[in-house]
T-cell receptor, first 117, second 111 residues
Framework: NAGVTQTPKFQVLKTGQSMTLQCAQDMNHEYMSWYRQDPGMGLRLIHYSVGAGITDQGEVPNGYNVSRSTTEDFPLRLLSAAPSQTSVYFC????????????????FGQGTRLTVV | KQEVTQIPAALSVPEGENLVLNCSFTDSAIYNLQWFRQDPGKGLTSLLLIQSSQREQTSGRLNASLDKSSGRSTLYIAASQPGDSATYLCAVCHGTDKLIFGTGTRLQVFP
């Protein structure tokens, strides 16, 4: 099983550029989410989705957009990259408690290391 | 607001020791708690998930306990090995499906 696949693994952007981080899962999970991980700050939730067509903001949504057109894919868009967005980004998926599931073990991708110069 | 704290932040032990990693959370209204392992430069790997109705879960040399009323969980690692060296993260599922993470315990096991 592929699990959660993120692309690219590494990316360098110039300030002001835009890009899309890709995330795909093959486990038919309803819930998908994006986190950023910064030294000393742990993982912080950017955006999440409880199903196709439904997205919502997490703790640190500014500067990011998401959409969920299919169950499998949940891309994260950086609209105009800033140095403060230099971070490691993780996508995760799980079954949804809100959908009545009890086994909501979360699965993570390998991460995208983004540097904005 | 739910806050998750992990103590200690770092731990260095000789091989063979039994270890206890601690996780505490401020709001006991959680659905479940999950322990993860993260190797340097890698993603998170799920180790154990404890439902709010459970007291503990075991997988091999790992045992995680949950005391929801006191807002605490411990991860016990028996007979530690150098291959256990990694950062261990706990996360609580609190309010819908969202996970709230602690900042982790960085473990080094030396031969």
């Amino acid at each position: 099983n592929a699990g959660v696949t993120q692309t690219p693994k590494f990316q360098v952007l110039k300030t002001g550029q835009s890009m899309t981080l890709q995330c795909a899962q093959d486990m038919n999970h309803e819930y998908m989410s994006w986190y950023r991980q910064d030294p000393g700050m742990g993982l912080r939730l950017i955006h999440y989705s409880v199903g196709a067509g439904i997205t919502d903001q997490g703790e640190v949504p500014n500067g990011y957009n998401v959409s969920r057109s299919t169950t499998e894919d949940f891309p994260l868009r950086l609209l105009s990259a800033a140095p403060s967005q230099t971070s490691v980004y993780f996508c995760a998926s799980s079954y949804s408690i809100m959908a009545g599931m009890s086994d909501t073990e979360a699965f993570f991708g390998q991460g995208t290391r983004l540097t904005v110069v | 607001k739910q806050e998750v704290t992990q103590i200690p932040a770092a731990l260095s032990v000789p091989e063979g020791e039994n270890l206890v990693l601690n996780c505490s959370f401020t709001d006991s209204a959680i659905y479940n708690l999950q322990w993860f392992r993260q190797d340097p430069g890698k993603g998170l790997t799920s180790l154990l998930l404890i439902q709010s109705s459970q007291r503990e879960q075991t997988s091999g040399r790992l045992n995680a306990s949950l005391d929801k009323s006191s807002g605490r969980s411990t991860l016990y690692i028996a007979a530690s090995q150098p291959g256990d060296s990694a950062t261990y993260l706990c996360a609580v599922c609190h309010g819908t499906d969202k996970l709230i993470f602690g900042t982790g315990t960085r473990l080094q096991v030396f031969p």
